[in-house]
C-alpha cells in the first residue's frame, strides 16, 4: 500500500508541475489585464535593485512575441526559445505521465511505473543542471 501511495503523490506532483508549465506559457496574457491593475507588476524587483537584468529579464517579453518564430525560425535559438520548448515537451509529457500512471496503478501495474520514474527524474534533472549552468554563465557575462 505505500508504494501505492508514493505514486498517488507522483501523480500529484505531475499536475502541480503540469499547471507550472500551463501558467508559465500562458504568463503573458494573463499579465497584460495584471498590469493594466497594477503597473509596478512588470517592473523587475531585480532590475530595481542591482540596477542589472536578472536572468530571466526579457522571458515575458520573449512569450509575448513568440509569433516571430513564425516569421524568423533563429528566434527559438535565444535561451528562452529553448525554454519555450521544453515547456511544450513538458506539456505533453506530464499528460501522458499522469495517463500512464493511472492506467498502471488501476492495472495494478506498480512495475511498470519504475521505469517512467527513472525517465521523468532523469530529464528533470538535465533540466536542472541546463539551468543552473545558464545562470552561471549569465552572471559570468553580467
Known sequence: ??????????IYFNITLLVLSIYVIFFPL????????????GICPYL?????PCPLCGG???FANITQVFSDWTYILNPFGVLALFLIF??????????YVRKNIKA???EKNKKIVIIDFTILSIALICFIVY????FIIN
Do not use: A, C, H
Not at 500500500?1 to 505514486?7: L, S, T
Not at 545562470?135 to 549569465?138: D, G, N, Y
Open 1 to 10: 500500500m505505500n508504494k501505492m501511495k508514493k505514486y498517488k503523490n507522483y
Open 30 to 41: 494573463i499579465s497584460i489585464p495584471i498590469k493594466n491593475i497594477f503597473p509596478s507588476f
Open 48 to 52: 530595481v535593485m542591482t540596477g542589472k
Open 60 to 62: 515575458t517579453r520573449y
Open 90 to 99: 513538458e506539456l505533453f509529457f506530464r499528460i501522458f505521465v499522469i495517463i
Open 108 to 110: 495494478n501495474k506498480l
Open 135 to 138: 545562470e552561471i554563465i549569465f
